[in-house]
Structure formats: structure tokens, C-alpha cells
């Protein structure tokens, strides 16, 4: 019989909707049937594409004597963490805290008053290497709730009075200058890997946000070595197994410090940040393996997670059915030589052997191989190439395809607007921009009430009932500046800016201007949430100082302009200590210094060439977060137009930049040299 998050629309929690765990959504409900039982919470933490979560479900969640035991002497709640990142964020601080690593499944035990008092997170069925198994926690939580409460009630007091001392020593509020721009490069350059690119060891996630921050410090300061770092470790990202070289885009991390072997589930936001790195490195190198990486990554994003609404789902499961029954890991992705001889003939599945890497051995279980393209000697046959991809994806395509977490998550939907906006504006693909735009509208009208609060995530056209966060409002701001820019239409900038007032109001500090990650009229949890790093998205706080800077650069607003100086203050503190975890945050810093730049482009009408070329040649343009207005003589859609003509009745391009400008110019190749071209 299903419990109750068989009414819940997160797919994470419907795929535990069967499990014999009478399982509740976080709600007060539930913690009110622990007070009126008089039991404590376990509190278990996931998400759809999480393969650990997976195991944990199977191997406890799934076993009958397992879930009588926790149905007994437990309310347990399940969360989604993509849905609340709040919940997640406030006791995974606990959990690092308490055991100096964290990661998901996360499994925590609570009182009543939600404070925790026990922590985990992946626990095996048996004892095994020093873990013990998830019936030994259970009993050992209940003997503790049971026979020592009050000793138990003091440990979650002080847990609850450590983490509210654990607020951010914010420091003054001033952005980070040449200095600790130039000590956050030395710092990230010791951290390099100059053999296989990238940063540490394994595993070794994509770092794309230090990419953005290299690609504008080298673009500011003409740095070889940021840009060379940039450029060499997209490469070695771009050849390895954690790109999909068949079907594009980016697989979450690689397990080894070669990108060879990736944990295969694959994220939009990773996808939609990588993008528009690629796009980036296109456009400062000209860089053919970037220009195809950008768009392969692009389409992947519309072709395989677009939902029926025009937004992009949350992720594809790393397992999928390896033809069994079995779920594997890879499955959908590796293959054997017998395998490519089934699909290509001998001949063929020999050459494809050899230019993707794939060995008798293997590079992943069983002897499998995951696709790499590898440096070759010599001259491939292009066509044949082509011929051995289009007939291994058509043989893929008739594998079990891994499963998708069709929640649309507004801050990840924001970074995919920017991305696809830009991809589409760079390579000449409108259908690109119209995916974008497809996206922004779905924001519009199912995450935005009528007070501009944006929710955190819908399915299936519905909106969700969890209220956005910081990185939500921050990243939709982001993805609608993107579009502003490339459209020339108003309307996004309009709503940006609504986004943006909800930021200065409901999530910054007034005292300090320090930001918080929930809004000040959100659900209070045991603690407000607030962290300032990027991890495998820009944090909230750097994505609002990122798009709070291009909507001050955009309208003038002084007061979101200093709002973003004064986030930046965290910045100054933290780059040049710890440069790999707040690589967005560096390049805001990078554009507060350039200016940023604001482009406005004035022509007869938007479709006229000399206007379009222009246009572009702006958008093209290197230079740190510069802004770009497009529009005709005369028009108030976008307030850097103002007042602006045009020159001997050509299409005339305008830069300003730190309150003066420069002389208009109708000359392309003058307007490039101006933004740093």
C-alpha cells in the first residue's frame, strides 16, 4: 500500500512511495506525530539521480523487517534535497560538523524540535569496513532515545547552539581588487594539475565556475597562464569518459583524476554551466573543440531533458537496466569490442576501438570501456567517423535509457536560459535562443504569484509548493539579464529586476549586506542558512552579487550596484584562501573591475544587418560581465538606449564604463577593439 509521498510531485519522493516505510514529506505534521508519540525523526536526504540513494533504498527501505523496525520507533521523513535545499543545506552543516565529511544518502536522526542529535550517510545492511549496518544505527538510536533522553536532549542543544555560532565572520564589506584577484590565481595555480587539467585529485569534478573566473582574468589582465589552465583542462574534460561522446554533454564527476571513468548520472546545471564555459573558450580562442563541445552539450540539454512545457528537467539516473533486469551503473553508456563488432562489423569496430579508447581490459567493469577520444597520430576519415557515431548511437538508443528526473528547478532552469541564450547568439542558432525563451516563459507564468515570489520547482506544469531561495531568484535574474542582452527585449530585464528587489529586501542583511540562502519570511529552521561557497552550483550569494552587478550595469540602479559591492566583501576574504570554492564569486569580482562595460546599440530597426553585425560583435566581446542593450532609434525598451542617436544616420554602437564613455562608433572593428578585442 503506498505511504504518503505517493501525493507528493517530486520524483525522488514517488520513488518511495511504495517502500513498506511509512514515510512522511517534511512537514509540522510530521514533527507533531513524534511529539504526540513521543519518538524521535529520522530525517533521510536524497535525490532522483543519486545511485547510493538507490543502494540504501534497496538493500533497508525495501526489506520488511527493516521498515516495521522504523515505522515503530520512528517518524521518518523523507526530502528531496533538490526541493528544499534549505532543509539539506541546514543539516548537512550538522553532518560535516559532527563527522568531518557528508555527502548523500544523508541520514539524520532528530528530536521532535528537529534538532539533531545523530548522523550518517550511506549505511550497509551488514557491518562492513568499520560501518556499522542500518538496523545496528536504528537500534542504537532508539537504546539511546530510550534509556538515555535527557543526555541525548543536551547533545542536540549544543549542536543547535554551535551551528548558530557558526554565523559568517563577514568582515568589511568591500570587494576584492587587483590583489587578491592576482593571490586567488597563484592560489589556484599551485592547486593545478598540469598533467591531466583540472584541480586535486580524485574524484575530480568539473570546475566551471574557476573556468568562467580564468577566462575573464586572462581577458582583463591578458594572463597566458589563467587562459592556458582554462583552455587545457576543457580539453582533457572534452576528451575524457566524463564527456559523452556520442550524445554530448557532461556526466556529474569522473571517479579517477584522468576524467576517465565518470559517475554517469548526468545534472542540467553541470551541463548548463559547461556550456557556456565552452561558449566562453570559443570566444576568446576561436577553439574548434569548444565551438562542437558548447553546442553538442547545447542540444544534449534540449534534446534529452526539455520537458513537454518548455522548461529542462533536473537530471538523468547514472543506473539504468543493463538488459537483465539488473540496474548498473553505465549501463546505457560503456561498451565492450564485442559489442561495437555486433553494431560495426570487424573492420569498423576495430577503428572505433581505437580512436575512443576502448580496450580489451576495459576502462570500467567488467570489461567494458567507457568512450574517451584519446590524442592520435595521424589523419581519421571524417565521414567514417561519423558513419561508426551515428550507428553506435542508433544502438544505444535501443538500450534501456536511464531514468529522468523530470522536476523543473528554477535556479538550474535560470542557468540553462543563460547558457542556451548565449550558445544560440554565438553560433547563429535561433533555435537555441527560442529554447531559452521557451524556458523563461515557463518561469513566468507557473514559478512567479502575482508579488514576483518565485517558487523553487514545478512538474508537469504544476508549480511545486516550496518557496525559492536565494540561488533560485539569484540564477532566474542571471538567465533573464542573458536573455535582455541577447533579445533586446525589455520584458526580461523587467522581470530581473523584480527578482532582484525580492533579493535586496527579503535576503540580504540590511546592517551588513551579507546575504542569506532563504528568504526572511521562509519556514525558520533550526538555523537560517547561508553559505557563501560555490560547490556544484555558484552559490546563491555569488550568483546574486553576479546578477544584482549586470542589472546595476544595465539600469543604473545604485542601490543593487552597491548591494553587489558589498556581497563581494566575502570574496575579498575568502579567494585568495580558497580560490577553487568560490570561483563565481572571482568572476563577479573580475567584471566589478572591468566596470563592467555597457554596450548600447542603436539601428534602424533589429534586423537590419549593419545593427545585427554590431550586435554581435558585442555579444562576441571578451570583456568581464559587459552588458549589451540592442534596439532602434528612439526606443525605451532598455534604459542604456536612452537618448542615444545615431551617427551619420548609421547603426551606431555606444561603451561606457566606470561612469564615462567613449566616443560612439559605427565601425565594428572599432567597437571590438573597445571591448578588449
Known amino acids: 500500500m503506498p505511504n504518503r509521498l505517493a501525493h507528493e510531485a517530486s520524483p525522488y519522493l514517488l520513488q518511495h512511495a511504495d517502500n513498506p516505510v511509512d514515510w512522511w514529506p517534511w512537514s509540522e505534521e510530521a514533527f507533531t506525530e513524534a511529539r504526540q508519540r513521543g519518538v524521535p525523526v529520522h530525517l533521510s536526504v536524497g535525490y532522483s539521480s543519486c545511485h547510493w540513494c538507490h543502494v540504501l533504498a534497496r538493500e533497508s527501505f525495501e526489506d520488511e523487517a527493516v521498515a516495521a523496525f522504523m515505522n ?11 526541493e528544499r535545499p534549505d532543509v539539506d543545506a541546514v543539516y548537512m552543516e550538522a553532518v560535516q560538523a559532527a563527522t568531518g565529511q557528508g555527502g548523500w544518502p544523508m541520514t539524520v536522526f532528530l528530536t521532535p524540535g528537529a534538532e539533531p542529535f545523530y548522523f550518517g550517510t550511506y549505511f550497509p545492511p551488514t557491518p562492513r569496513s568499520g560501518m556499522p549496518s542500518f538496523q545496528q544505527v536504528l537500534e542504537g538510536v532508539r537504546a539511546a532515545w530510550t534509556d538515555r ?138 577553439s574548434e573543440l569548444a565551438r562542437r563541445v558548447a553546442l553538442e552539450t547545447a542540444d544534449f540539454m534540449v534534446r534529452e531533458l526539455r520537458t513537454n512545457e518548455g522548461g529542462f528537467a533536473s537530471a538523468l539516473d547514472a543506473d539504468s537496466d543493463d538488459g537483465t533486469g539488473k540496474h548498473v551503473e553505465g549501463a546505457y553508456y560503456v561498451w565492450t569490442p564485442p559489442q561495437l563488432a555486433e553494431v560495426l562489423g570487424a573492420e569498423d569496430a576495430e577503428l572505433a576501438a581505437h580512436y575512443f579508447g576502448v580496450t580489451e581490459d576495459g576502462t570500467f567493469e567488467e570489461g567494458a570501456s567507457v568512450l574517451q577520444l584519446p590524442q592520435h597520430e595521424g589523419v581519421f576519415d571524417a565521414e567514417k567517423i561519423d558513419s561508426i557515431k551515428v550507428r553506435l548511437i542508433g544502438a544505444r538508443g535501443a538500450r534501456p535509457a536511464p531514468g529522468r528526473d523530470d522536476k523543473v528547478v528554477a535556479a538550474w532552469n535560470g542557468l540553462a536560459i543563460a547558457a542556451l541564450a548565449e550558445a544560440g547568439a554565438y553560433f547563429e542558432r ?112 555569488s550568483a546574486a552579487a553576479g546578477a544584482l552587478l549586470g542589472y546595476a550595469a544595465q539600469t543604473g540602479a545604485e542601490p543593487h550596484r552597491a548591494a553587489a559591492e558589498r556581497a563581494l566583501g566575502v570574496v575579498k576574504a575568502l579567494g585568495p584562501r580558497v580560490p577553487r570554492f568560490i570561483g563565481w564569486g572571482l568572476a563577479v569580482a573580475e567584471a566589478l573591475l572591468d566596470g563592467p562595460r555597457e554596450v548600447a546599440i542603436v539601428g534602424p530597426s533589429l534586423g537590419d544587418p549593419a545593427t545585427t553585425v554590431l550586435h554581435r560583435t558585442a555579444l562576441l566581446a571578451t570583456a568581464p560581465g559587459a552588458v549589451v542593450a540592442v534596439g532602434t532609434l528612439g526606443s525605451d525598451e532598455l534604459p542604456l538606449l536612452a537618448g542615444r542617436i545615431l551617427v551619420g544616420g548609421e547603426p551606431t554602437a555606444y561603451v561606457c564604463r566606470h561612469f564615462t564613455c567613449d566616443a560612439p562608433t559605427t565601425d565594428p572593428e572599432r567597437l571590438r577593439i573597445a571591448l578588449g578585442g
Open 72 to 82: 515503530e520507533h520512528f517518524v521518518n521523513i523523507k526530502v528531496d534535497r533538490e
Open 149 to 286: 533522553r535527557d543526555e541525548v536532549a543536551e547533545v542536540a542543544r549544543k549542536i543547535v547552539r554551535d551551528l548558530a555560532g557558526r554565523e559568517i565572520e563577514y568582515g568589511a564589506p568591500e570587494a576584492p581588487g587587483e590583489e587578491e584577484q592576482a593571490r586567488a590565481l597563484l592560489g589556484l595555480t599551485r592547486e593545478y594539475d598540469a598533467q591531466r587539467g583540472g584541480f586535486g585529485g580524485a574524484p575530480k569534478f568539473p570546475p566551471s565556475m574557476v573556468l568562467e573566473f580564468l577566462l575573464r582574468h586572462g581577458a582583463r589582465t591578458g594572463s597566458e597562464g589563467a587562459l592556458q589552465m582554462a583552455q587545457d583542462t576543457c580539453e582533457r574534460m572534452a576528451r575524457g569518459g566524463i564527456y559523452d561522446q556520442l550524445g554530448g554533454g557532461f556526466a556529474r564527476y569522473s571517479v579517477d583524476r584522468e576524467w576517465v571513468v565518470p559517475h554517469f548520472e548526468k545534472m542540467l546545471y553541470d551541463n548548463a554551466l559547461l556550456c557556456r564555459v565552452y561558449a566562453h573558450l570559443w570566444r576568446a580562442t576561436g
Open 430 to 541: 535561433p533555435d537555441l535562443v527560442d529554447a531559452a525563451l521557451a524556458a523563461a516563459d515557463l518561469l513566468v507564468r507557473v514559478h512567479l504569484d502575482d508579488r514576483a515570489h518565485l517558487a523553487r520547482t514545478s512538474k508537469d506544469g504544476q508549480v511545486g509548493a516550496n518557496a525559492g531561495v536565494l540561488e533560485d531568484y539569484a540564477d532566474v535574474a542571471e538567465g533573464f539579464l542573458a536573455l535582455a542582452s541577447v533579445t533586446g527585449e525589455g520584458v526580461w530585464l523587467e522581470f530581473a529586476g523584480f527578482l532582484l528587489d525580492h533579493v535586496l529586501v527579503r535576503f540580504v542583511d540590511a546592517e551588513s549586506g551579507s546575504l542569506y540562502d532563504t528568504a526572511s519570511d521562509a519556514e525558520q529552521l533550526i538555523r537560517r542558512p547561508q553559505d557563501p561557497t560555490d560547490n556544484a552550483v555558484p552559490s546563491g550569494w
